[in-house]
């Protein structure tokens, strides 16, 4: 090689060592260290920077939804309510310490002791997230709570650095027990349930105060997949997998000292129940929270509370007796109607309350065919008239006011009355001619006889001896509300407008000895951060114990021998009383036992509009009395509610038999009707089921009233089949299809 081209070489190889020990200069470990920690001083100065932007958020919506429970009595679900979401948050103390361990040991043992943060795992998740891989990466308890409380689950990179602060934030201001209950209170559990008081009901039927180790585990096991770890929907490898991460959970718990391993041994993995189907409205269901929260809106817990969510709500409705009475009112008349074909049979709604006397607790209640079909409650509905129901409180307002007849004396069971039909009332302003059920007339009848036939023209001439606005009041304290409730003579005849609720308060109160009995559904209203108190169902003694007595003690005779013979069985004892409407709008059977007190009605509804419309031909049988389908179904009821029959007896005291007296008849020339307790002589005791439902009678046009002195001649006793009254044809009567004069027309 010659000269020149060594010269060459050695430039060459020159440049090439400049070049390498430039690049040695620029790379030496001094730089590369500073550059390191320039960039960790860099990342440190983006983290600080994030720490002071990222404020701890509000929650989001979503995780302080929650639902409404409402229970039966028993404490059983009812059904659930509030905004799709089954949340029912719970204190971290009701749940047993051994299963709050089990969700540390399945998804973060060093919960305790950590910072609330896994920096591992969270840059695992953000490289994976980056990387397509989705939201896969380890995360603490807090982490966690953090996404689910303040957080979406978008697995996005701002969302995990988000989380991460939070959680560095949460965990040095909230104690550990704070952020395990927010964790286990918001995590999805499936099966559409929230929370691990949802979760525990879901999957095992219990409150979470009731879980065990072993089913405990199970639900912290099946938060890492909840679709693919419900045992009653997992495929092989899922029922595998959850069994696994079960046994993994209580190995932990033994390595934490948590969990004996003797103890440990012993657990067998209890499988899920079967998954139920959300309970909604449907049924009974609906009129029972209707009626439920009508009354908590009185008692200061509004829509606007109610629908924020986070109460348990546990009814007084005993789930045995509420099931029996669905069952007598579908056997004693759906069973009998054709709603399809039958125009009159569409018209025809049921309802019904029962209450314990003793307490107030409404015990079970019938709103009507289904609240998503018909969504006006028939229980409680106050636009109806409560017809001959209302007689009793008649009697019991002359009773406790002392009242006398006409002729000045003292009014009792044994006091006689005038029952002719259409017969003018004596000492009123506001003329008044009733007429009885079938235009019937009887002679000079005892209170007893009265109201077992329910005779209209003596308890009209009862309410004008004891004065409209004294049974007025009277009846008010007794719990019938102040609706179209006048002052005049009609009253006596239920001509106001009340429900079966409201009379199923009145009828406790005689039941209860004339101490005041108000109906009430909500035994119980919780909520973590309030409680209510129920209302009093049992007040003040608004009418005398010989009052009360004296009227129970007639009303047996209603159920024994007069229009509630339906009712009658040696297999409890009762009173009550019959009632039908003007038109035959409404039929009544309100009645008692010393143990229980349920009002049933039946109500003409025209599919169309809701006007009041007559039941005379429901089920083809005629008039729908209150002593037919209202009677039968209390009676199947009241069987059914009593396990068989009770052999309680009314408690009855210092009973008022009044002065037996024969009144003075208004009319010049004696009747011939004006005997003894006289009846028809073809009337049978007791009238077969085919006489029950004889052809309706309609009421007359009302006729102008003759004053006293010029009263019409009374007309023989009708010889129609069937026992005589101002009721239902061919049954002790009942009804209020008579024949008004008032100065006004009477409340429709």
């Not at 995780?63 to 429970?69: L, P, T």
């Not at 009475?325 to 039958?342: A, G, H, I, P, T």
Request: hydrophobic content about 35%; aromatic content about 8%.
């Amino acid at each position: 090689m010659g000269r020149a081209d060594a010269r060459r070489a050695q430039r060459r190889g020159a440049r090439r060592a400049a070049k390498s020990g430039g690049i040695r200069r620029l790379f030496t470990w001094k730089k590369m260290l500073g550059a390191f920690f320039g960039l960790c001083l860099l990342i440190m100065g983006a983290f600080v920077a994030l720490y002071m932007y990222v404020d701890v958020p509000k929650a989001n919506a979503l995780a302080e939804r929650q639902s409404n429970v409402y229970q039966y009595s028993d404490g059983s679900l009812l059904t659930r309510t509030g905004k799709g979401v089954n949340r029912q948050i719970v204190d971290l103390a009701e749940v047993p310490l051994e299963v709050q361990h089990t969700f540390v040991a399945a998804e973060n043992k060093s919960f305790y002791d950590d910072k609330g943060v896994d920096l591992k795992g969270t840059t695992r998740g953000i490289l994976n997230t980056l990387s397509g891989k989705g939201k896969q990466g380890g995360s603490t308890i807090t982490q966690q709570y953090v996404k689910n409380y303040y957080l979406t689950q978008d697995p996005t990179v701002s969302r995990k650095l988000k989380e991460l602060v939070i959680s560095l934030k949460v965990d040095s201001k909230k104690s550990k027990e704070f952020i395990l209950a927010g964790y286990i209170n918001t995590a999805y559990y499936g099966r559409g349930a929230s929370g691990i008081q949802a979760a525990a009901q879901a999957y095992y039927g219990v409150d979470a105060k009731d879980l065990n180790v072993s089913q405990g585990a199970y639900l912290a096991s099946v938060l890492q997949a909840p679709s693919q770890y419900d045992w009653q929907t997992a495929s092989e490898t899922g029922r595998k997998l959850v069994k696994d991460r079960w046994a993994y959970t209580l190995d932990n718990m033994v390595e934490m000292h948590w969990l004996d391993q003797a103890e440990r041994d012993k657990l067998k993995f209890q499988v899920p129940d079967n998954p139920k189907p959300a309970k909604g409205m449907e049924g009974q269901t609906g009129y029972l929270v209707e009626a439920a929260n009508q009354e908590l809106e009185k008692q200061g817990i509004t829509a606007g509370m109610r629908e924020a969510g986070g109460w348990t709500f546990t009814l007084n409705i005993d789930k045995k007796r509420q099931k029996q009475l669905e069952q007598s009112v579908d056997r004693q008349l759906e069973s009998k109607l054709d709603r399809k074909s039958n125009k009159v049979d569409a018209t025809v709604q049921a309802g019904a309350t029962s209450v314990d006397p003793k307490t107030g607790a409404v015990v079970a209640m019938y709103g009507g065919v289904d609240y998503v079909e018909h969504y006006r409650s028939n229980a409680t509905r106050q636009d109806y008239q409560p017809a001959s129901t209302f007689k009793p409180l008649v009697l019991a307002s002359a009773l406790e006011n002392g009242s006398k007849t006409q002729d000045g004396h003292l009014i009792g069971v044994n006091t006689r009355y005038d029952g002719t039909s259409k017969r003018p009332v004596v000492g009123s302003d506001t003329p008044f001619a009733p007429e009885n059920e079938d235009n019937q007339s009887y002679g000079n009848v005892t209170v007893q006889k009265a109201m077992n036939a329910s005779i209209n023209s003596a308890f009209a001439q009862m309410v004008v001896d004891v004065g409209p606005p004294v049974v007025k009041k009277t009846a008010l304290a007794l719990g019938v509300p102040d609706k179209n409730f006048p002052e005049r003579p009609a009253i006596t005849l239920g001509t106001m407008n009340a429900s079966t609720w409201d009379m199923a308060g009145a009828y406790a109160t005689l039941d209860n000895h004339g101490k005041k009995v108000t109906p009430f559904i909500v035994k119980s209203a919780k909520h973590r951060e309030r409680t209510v108190e129920p209302v009093e169902g049992i007040g003040s003694q608004v009418i005398s114990r010989k009052s009360a007595d004296t009227v129970t003690s007639v009303l047996t005779g209603v159920v024994d021998s007069g229009s509630g013979q339906a009712a009658n069985t040696s297999a409890y004892e009762a009173a009550g009383k019959t009632g039908t409407s003007e038109n035959n709008k409404s039929a009544w059977f309100a009645a008692y036992t010393p143990d229980l007190t349920t009002v049933v009605a039946l109500f003409g509804e025209a599919p169309a509009g809701g006007a009041q419309v007559s039941l005379t031909g429901t089920a083809n049988s005629g008039r729908a009395n209150g002593g037919g389908f209202p009677a039968q179904i209390w009676a199947d009821y009241t069987l059914g509610a009593l396990g068989g029959g009770s052999s309680a007896q009314f408690d009855l005291e210092d009973v008022e038999r009044g002065e037996v007296t024969v009144p003075t008849t208004p009319s010049t020339t004696p009747s011939q009707s004006a005997s003894t307790d006289t009846t028809p002589s073809q009337t049978p005791d007791k009238p077969s089921q085919s006489q029950s439902h004889s052809p309706d009678v309609p009421p007359s046009q009302s006729p102008d009233v003759p004053p006293p002195s010029q009263s019409p001649d009374v007309p023989p006793p009708s010889q129609s089949p069937g026992l005589p009254g101002g009721g239902g044809a061919g049954k002790p009567g009942d009804g209020n299809e008579n024949n008004i004069v008032d100065n006004a027309p009477p409340a429709r």
